[in-house]
């Protein structure tokens, strides 16, 4: 009896570590403050983030800035790409990219002539093209949302995850790409 507990116990210490090290370092919640991924986050919406995956273009990440604020946007621009939008449309090296996370939010705004006001990197930042270790990011809810159109693009070091789940509250429970 005495060594059933005993194995059991260990079993226990074993599961919590574990339990305590993939919420400490793999799979971390994160609240959502604003409206700037709305429909696909909303205010007070709580994610799951990971640390692991490389960061591809498109996926949401989670990210502090310089006054200590942490913010959940898209990633638009990868190292060492140019960043454009002309005519409502996403460039990418020049390339045309289709966003399209985008459509059911544009087709809610067709009263406007634009979701997204034409600019380039080198028009915001002065740099002709993204750092070895920079992303620009976007919010989805373009005209409502502070990105990298405001403070510039972010540094690979700022980016703590990317948002996998939104698990709270349950109506809102999504798999994030």
Known sequence: ???????????????????LFLRGFVLIPVQVTGNSMKNLLHQDDTVIMEKISKIQRFDIVVFTQADGSTLVKRVIGLPGETVAVKNDALYINDEKITEPFLSGLKK??????????????????????????????????????????????????????????????????????
């Open 108 to 177: 809610k705004d067709q009263a406007l002539i634009q979701f997204t006001a034409d600019f380039s990197l080198s028009d915001l930042t002065g740099q002709e093209e993204l750092g070895s270790t920079q992303y620009f990011v976007m919010g989805d809810n373009r005209r409502m949302s502070k990105d990298s159109r405001d403070f510039g693009p972010i540094d690979q070091t700022t980016i703590i995850g990317k948002a996998r789940l939104v698990y709270y509250p349950l109506k809102h429970f999504n798999w994030l790409q």
């Open 1 to 19: 009896m005495r060594d059933r507990f005993w194995l059991l116990f260990k079993q226990l210490l074993v599961a919590a570590a574990i339990v």
